[in-house]
């Protein structure tokens, strides 16, 4: 059953903690992303990586970073540089050649 | 910096009626567009990708775009409650990320 996944579903992150969410794909795609979504708001893109062991910042990557180490994975970790980390995290994924994404089911990031 | 604008809703209209969601972009070097459906507290799923000018029909949707305008619409037809949510619609001009509008709410009453 191809897609992708993200875990956990829930996160609680305390004040000064770094955190990490998963993404795996198993669609055999190169390109892979990472959106934050705030309520009311559209989706704003952290960070890309388009081939293994590469990846570029997006619109609003500061307290962010990720890692791209294999083709099925992208972790993304939330820094405590990150000071209002509290949105809907989702993971997509896409063949280039046809630039349409596919997303994972997300994750949703609080704070204690 | 590349903008896509939608009207946030909500939008309502009530069922068996044509649902009308706009979308324009700054970007006159977009190639690809694509409307996504979001329930609330789930993922976007694709709905529609259209890449020529004119419309593309798949069901009850309808895609319309016009480069010259800078204005891409969805029309759903015989809406249903279950049509009920955000409408994203996305943009790229090739190789680089899509980049999403903020949504429009969709309310379809029985």
């Given at each position: ?12 992150r ?53 890692s ?10 939330v ?34 | 910096q ?10 309502s ?81 090739g ?5 999403f ?10």
């Open positions: 059953d191809g897609g992708i996944t993200q875990s956990p579903k829930y996160l609680f305390k004040e000064g903690q770094n955190v990490t969410l998963s993404c795996e794909q198993n669609l055999n795609h190169d390109a892979m992303y990472w959106y934050r979504q705030d309520p009311g708001q559209g989706l704003r893109l952290i960070y890309y990586s388009q081939i293994v062991n590469d990846f570029q910042k997006g619109d609003i990557a500061e307290g962010y970073s990720v791209r180490e294999k083709k099925e994975s992208f972790p993304l970790t820094t405590s540089a990150q000071k209002n980390p509290t949105a809907f995290y989702l993971c997509a994924s896409s063949i280039p050649q046809e630039e349409t994404q596919y997303f994972g089911p997300g994750t949703r990031l609080l704070v204690l | 590349k903008e896509v604008e939608q009207n946030s809703g909500p939008l209209v009530p069922e068996g009626a044509i649902a009308s969601l706009n979308c324009t972009y700054s970007d006159r070097g977009s190639q690809s567009f694509f409307w996504y459906r979001q329930y609330s507290g789930k993922s976007p799923e694709l709905i529609m990708s259209i890449y020529s000018n004119g419309d593309k029909e798949d069901g009850r949707f309808t895609a319309q775009l016009n480069k010259a305008s800078q204005y891409v619409s969805l029309l759903i037809r015989d809406s249903q409650p279950s049509d009920s949510a955000t409408y994203l619609c996305a943009v790229t001009s190789n680089t990320p899509l980049v509008g903020k949504g429009t709410r969709l309310s379809v009453i029985a």
